[in-house]
């Protein structure tokens, strides 16, 4: 929770500067499509995001965002083998079922290379990047009872529900559509690259994992427009 921690106070260092220095603000929020990439734990579910964004001048912006999406569901089959030759079977397989929840944040800079963050007629083109924090659950359901102290379960997978957390750079590109004074619609793609991988059983697979990846649309409003 420390990194959570961290984010909310550069976000109210943001609030404080933004006040001080007449920095612009927009408040945004969309729907979002979130794909996991990671080959033994692969799903799609929908989401939402809240982004609040600071605009310093008309090509730079910080961004602050936070989202939720439903449970992901994946499915695989594991393989239990004896510890000891005496054992019978030997080996057998079961199906795992398995759901994962993500809740992530994420604070970056937001840099436009056609248009501004202000710009009323036609689109506005913007890449940004970042540092996230995916907060996630991950449960198991096993289909067969495993005594573990006869066998062991491929990958020492476990039954059950457990937390993790990931670090990620988070790699975005996106466009903006004026729709009237203040109010714009964009649609972007997002791409979370995991940089940690602490261990967890839980989860199928530890490295580089969960590599998520999201297209979004939404709604942007600018709060403090020049008049």
């Known amino acids: 929770?420390?990194?959570?921690?961290n984010i909310f106070s550069l976000l109210t260092l943001f609030?404080?500067?933004?006040?001080?220095?007449?920095?612009?603000?927009?408040?945004?929020?969309?729907?979002?499509?979130?794909?996991?990439f990671d080959g033994k734990q692969k799903f799609t579910v929908a989401g939402q995001t809240v982004i609040p964004q600071w605009h310093f001048d008309k090509k730079t912006s910080v961004y602050a965002w936070f989202s939720y999406h439903a449970n992901g569901k994946y499915k695989s089959t594991l393989m239990a083998?004896?510890?000891?030759?005496?054992?019978?079977?030997?080996?057998?397989?079961?199906?795992?079922n398995s759901e994962m929840r993500l809740r992530q944040a994420s604070l970056g800079v937001k840099k436009y290379f056609i248009g501004s963050y202000e710009k009323l007629e036609d689109f506005s083109f913007y890449g940004a990047a970042g540092f996230g924090l995916?907060?996630?659950?991950?449960?198991?359901?096993?289909?067969?009872?495993?005594?573990?102290?006869?066998?062991?379960?491929?990958?020492?997978?476990?039954?059950?529900?457990?937390?993790?957390?990931?670090?990620?750079?988070?790699?975005?590109a996106g466009f903006d559509f004026p729709v009237s004074y203040e109010v714009f619609i964009y649609t972007e793609a997002r791409l979370h690259i995991p940089t940690t991988n602490y261990?967890?059983?839980?989860?199928?697979?530890?490295?580089?994992?969960?590599?998520?990846?999201?297209?979004?649309?939404?709604?942007?409003?600018?709060?403090n427009a020049d008049p």
């Open 81 to 96: 083998t004896a510890k000891s030759p005496s054992t019978q079977p030997q080996s057998f397989s079961f199906t795992n």
């Open 15 to 36: 609030c404080c500067a933004g006040t001080q220095a007449q920095v612009k603000f927009s408040l945004a929020t969309d729907l979002s499509i979130l794909h996991n």
């Open 199 to 223: 261990p967890n059983n839980y989860l199928l697979k530890n490295s580089n994992a969960p590599l998520l990846g999201g297209i979004n649309l939404g709604i942007r409003i600018l709060f």
């Open 1 to 5: 929770m420390r990194s959570l921690r």
């Open 134 to 172: 995916i907060i996630g659950t991950a449960s198991n359901i096993f289909s067969s009872i495993v005594d573990t102290s006869l066998y062991t379960i491929q990958n020492n997978v476990v039954d059950g529900s457990g937390d993790f957390k990931r670090l990620t750079l988070d790699v975005i």
